[in-house]
């Protein structure tokens, strides 16, 4: 009996080494293995899983591809991990997705493969500008953004009906641009209005604008500054210098302080915006105005009908600037860099033209809402349907996409660059209320500061 | 109180004296036939990975170039002398283990205390404050985030209704670790409420009734029976929840991000966002080293503690 019990217990061992081995073993060599962080149920992964099978059927003599969804998990940690693992492994997919700014560091350590060389004459000037920036890296294109994003001002329309003739003069037009200085002066009027009305419009009124701070504090440092680099940029600046790892000068330089004391001007008491504000604030009719992603227009006209939210373009910090200025860019397709058959790279970039052709981009968003990356169809965004709160919105949000739209920064270091500047400058002014150009430049110098050390290991 | 005292001490050597019983040598060879393939894969899987994962910090492991590390022997560990953030990080771990420890074992034993009582309606009660240890840390947390709103929070509610200014709470850098150690300390004091309930059911009733003859109050029978009673236990969920403390990194990261200003950035919070979401594994495993050697050795130091008390 004692020797059937050692028996069993080194065969469960030799099962458990075999069936750790046996996990490793892939699909075929042969198949085009795409990894995406959409889950398969999402409409993303249901419309990349589209668009593969078509490709399957159209092209039978060709190596078939197969898509692996690895669904994300918080700050997108878990199909960060599974590709970490892979790189480790050295075992990485022949096509895989990026955020955008995430593409950098992968060219960085030499993981990425870069697609001039093989994509197809003119398909690479397709691309929006910004989607263009956003996967470029050295002079050289590594990154096939499928989907670009936007974020605009959006105000409610039942509360400012609710305000005297005066201050309703200073609400812009839809087509018509405006700077942060006339924001704030809008928020603060209509803070005022607010607080001694009885009109039902501010029945829930919690404070004039939201500001989506607390995802911050949540970790989705990415969401402040995607939100608020912009403030740089509209006045001619930027949290990193065009060599991706230069920050002193830049980041803690006069404009930057300039534009973020403008923006500090929200959280001067009485405090126009809270680093605590309530979850959903502008959706459930707390705040009179919202900085607003894209996706605010589907969530709202899905589960907020009864909510009347107009759409006026994103504020220009400088009135005089003339750059590219709101928030752009999205995750994108890359290719497996330690790949070295040519044939099989021409097949794999083949792969991944009929993922972002045009036909795709429009495919995209009717399926996802995402907004094109492809100039040709960028007309596809529908502004003509029976809501006219979302016609705005989309004409809004196009015209930013075909005119204004700027990728962010390009720097092999970006997640720490992102998350010092969401953590310790916008949201620091935030919860401290910090309103001083001394103290704000403070905040930037001690931001500089830590960057400085972390970004030593990309300075070559 | 003598003869009590001695009675509690008779116990113990009972206790101790059984437990030095030595086993048959075939039953010892049994026990290890058994063990090896259990231990083979802990090798395997736990302890090789730790040695590795120690050695990473002797490097410039960076998460994105597996095959380039190179040694650099101690670069790593000066850099913690001067790393502000870690040593805040250090700071604030030491600050909130100071405080939910006692906190904690305080609450659990005086709900132990009460819940021990013979009356009706105790098991609801044993079931309500048993509930929080079996819920997500992750919804705990989210569900205080929301309550304790500065402007919109139930708490804050409750407060301005019995005339209390508005708190900012998670929002206050002076207020945030404060408040996560009270969540803490009642989201984890659910279980070692059960293991003090344990513990006080086991306690001889004897020594009570000797004690009452004594002539003893509520106190003194507490002080001299219960506690010495309990020590074994108190000793084991002083050391298990110390180093539970230490390992502090749900709640601020799901409730503060580590701030506001880095008020509750936690040591394991920092070794996570360094390591993973920086890929700066050289630099993480060796913070995680020195942090492994300061966990071992404040255990040896609270064992010791105990084992001192006892001798005395």
């Not at chain 2, 506690?227 to 403390?245: E, G, H, N, W, Y």
Request: negative net charge.
């Amino acid at each position: 009996m004692k020797k059937l019990f050692l028996y069993v217990s080194m065969l469960v061992l030799t099962f458990s080494l075999v069936a750790c081995s046996s996990s490793e073993t892939g699909g075929s060599d042969e198949n085009i293995v795409i990894w995406t962080q959409a889950a398969a149920d999402h409409p993303e992964g249901k419309m990349f899983a589209e668009r593969v099978k078509q490709y399957n059927e159209e092209h039978p003599d060709k190596p078939q591809v197969e898509i692996q969804n690895i669904t994300r998990a918080g700050a997108g940690s878990g199909y960060i991990d599974k590709l970490n693992a892979a790189i480790t492994a050295n075992d990485m997919p022949d096509i895989f997705t990026l955020d955008g700014p995430d593409i950098a560091a992968y060219v960085d350590s030499g993981l990425l493969g870069e697609l001039d060389d093989y994509m197809s004459e003119g398909f690479k000037e397709g691309f929006t500008e910004s989607i263009i920036a956003q996967g470029t890296v050295d002079g050289k294109f590594y990154g096939m953004g499928y989907s670009d994003s936007g974020v605009a001002i959006m105000y409610n329309e039942d509360m400012m009906n609710a305000l005297p003739e005066e201050i309703k003069g200073l609400v812009p037009a839809a087509d018509e641009d405006w700077t942060w200085d006339q924001f704030t002066e809008l928020a603060r009027k209509v803070d005022d209005f607010a607080k001694n009305s009885d009109d039902p419009a501010f029945k829930e009124y919690e404070s004039a604008v939201s500001l989506l701070l607390p995802d911050i504090t949540a970790g989705a440092y990415e969401t402040g500054t995607y939100y608020f680099t912009p403030l740089l940029w509209g006045n001619d600046t930027n949290i990193v210098d065009e060599d991706g790892v230069t920050v002193d000068g830049v980041l803690n330089s006069e404009k930057s302080v300039e534009a973020l004391t403008k923006f500090s001007k929200l959280f001067e008491e009485p405090q126009l915006a809270s680093a605590s504000e309530s979850e959903k604030a502008f959706h459930s009719g707390k705040t009179a105005l919202s900085v607003s992603g894209f996706w605010y227009v589907s969530e709202l006209t899905s589960n907020y009908p009864n909510l009347k939210f107009k759409t006026v373009r994103y504020p220009k910090m400088n009135e005089s600037y003339d750059g590219l200025y709101t928030p752009s860019g999205s995750w994108a397709f890359v290719r497996n860099g330690q790949e070295e058959d040519e044939e099989r790279i021409k097949q794999v970039v083949e792969v991944m033209e009929w993922l972002n052709n045009d036909e795709a981009s429009e495919e995209y968003y009717h399926a996802n809402g995402s907004i094109p990356t492809r100039v040709n169809s960028i007309d596809v965004i529908d502004t003509n349907t029976d809501n006219p709160y979302h016609n705005e919105a989309w004409s809004v949000l196009k015209y930013q996409v075909e005119n204004t739209n700027k990728s962010r920064p390009v720097s092999p270091g970006y997640p720490y660059l992102s998350e010092i500047f969401a953590k310790d400058v916008i949201l620091k002014i935030g919860q401290n209320k910090t309103t001083d150009p001394a103290t704000i430049k403070e905040y930037l110098d001690e931001a500089v500061k830590k960057i400085d050390i972390e970004f030593e290991k990309y300075k070559k | 109180m003598k003869t009590v005292k001695n009675l509690v001490k008779i116990r113990n050597t009972t206790e101790h004296y059984r437990n030095s019983e030595h086993y048959k040598k075939g039953e010892v060879v049994s026990a290890f036939g058994f063990l090896t393939p259990a231990m083979v894969l802990a090798i395997l899987f736990i302890v090789l990975p730790i040695i590795l994962a120690f050695t990473y910090g002797f490097t410039d492991y960076y998460l994105l170039k597996p095959n380039d590390k190179q040694f650099i022997g101690l670069e790593n560990f000066k850099r913690m002398l001067t790393d502000e953030v870690l040593i805040q990080s250090f700071l604030n771990t030491i600050k909130f283990v100071v405080c939910v420890v006692p906190l904690q074992l305080a609450m659990a034993l005086g709900l132990a205390l009460i819940i021990n009582k013979k009356v009706k309606g105790v098991g609801f009660f044993r079931t309500a404050y048993f509930s929080p240890a079996v819920l997500s840390l992750v919804v705990i947390s989210i569900l205080w985030t929301v309550m304790l709103n500065p402007t919109s929070g139930l708490i804050n509610e409750i407060l301005v209704n019995i005339g209390i200014p508005k708190q900012p709470f998670l929002s206050s850098a002076d207020q945030a670790m404060y408040t996560i150690v009270v969540i803490s300390a009642w989201s984890g004091c659910g279980y070692q409420m059960m293991i003090f309930l344990a513990g006080l059911k086991n306690i001889d009733g004897s020594l009570y009734e000797a004690a009452d003859i004594d002539g003893a109050n509520v106190f003194q029978k507490f002080l001299y029976i219960t506690i010495p009673s309990l020590k074994p236990i108190l000793m084991f969920l002083v050391i298990t929840t110390t180093i539970q403390a230490f390992k502090l990194i749900v709640q601020p990261m799901v409730m503060t991000g580590g701030g506001p200003d880095y008020s509750t950035m936690t040591i394991l919070q920092y070794i996570y966002e360094y390591g993973f979401r920086h890929r700066n594994i050289g630099y993480a495993s060796a913070v995680t080293l020195v942090f492994t050697i300061f966990l071992v050795f404040v255990s040896m130091v609270i064992k010791k503690l105990f084992r001192e008390e006892r001798a005395a």
